[in-house]
C-alpha cells in the first residue's frame, strides 16, 4: 500500500466523479490530463481513483490544478503528491488539501514552491 493510500481515507474512479460533477467522462479524463486533479491505482483489483476530496460541491477544488503543477515541478509523481497534500503540517495549520478547499492557496502554494529548491 503506498503513503497516499493509507492518508486518503475516500477514493472516487473517473466513472463516479463523472457522476458526482455532471460531466461527461472524458471531460474528468481530460481534468487528469491537465494537472487540475490527479489519483493512482488503489483497491483490490487496482483501479485508478482519485481523492474524493479533490471534488467540492461545485466541482474540482479551484486552487488544486496550480498546486499539483508546481508540486509536480517540484519533482513529485501523483502519489507523492497525494501523499504531501494529505499529510498534516503543523505550521499551516493542517492539511494542505484542507487549506485549498477552504480557499486559503497562498501559504500551501509557499510551501509547494519551497520543496523545489
Given at each position: ?37 490527479c489519483g493512482i491505482k ?18 474540482v477544488v479551484p486552487a ?25 503540517d503543523d505550521s499551516l ?25
Open positions: 500500500m503506498s503513503t497516499a493510500e493509507e492518508l486518503v481515507d475516500a477514493w472516487l474512479p473517473l466513472p463516479d466523479i463523472a457522476e458526482v460533477t455532471g460531466l461527461g467522462i472524458s471531460r474528468v479524463r481530460r481534468l487528469v490530463e491537465d494537472r487540475a486533479i488503489t483497491g483490490d483489483p487496482k483501479v485508478f481513483r482519485v481523492p474524493a476530496a479533490f471534488l467540492l460541491d461545485d466541482g488544486l490544478r496550480g498546486t499539483l503543477v508546481l508540486l509536480h515541478d517540484a519533482g513529485f509523481d501523483d502519489d507523492e503528491s497525494i501523499a504531501w497534500l494529505f499529510t498534516e495549520p493542517g492539511r494542505p488539501i484542507d487549506q485549498l478547499r477552504a480557499g486559503a492557496k497562498g501559504e500551501v502554494r509557499r510551501r509547494a514552491q519551497a520543496l523545489a529548491f
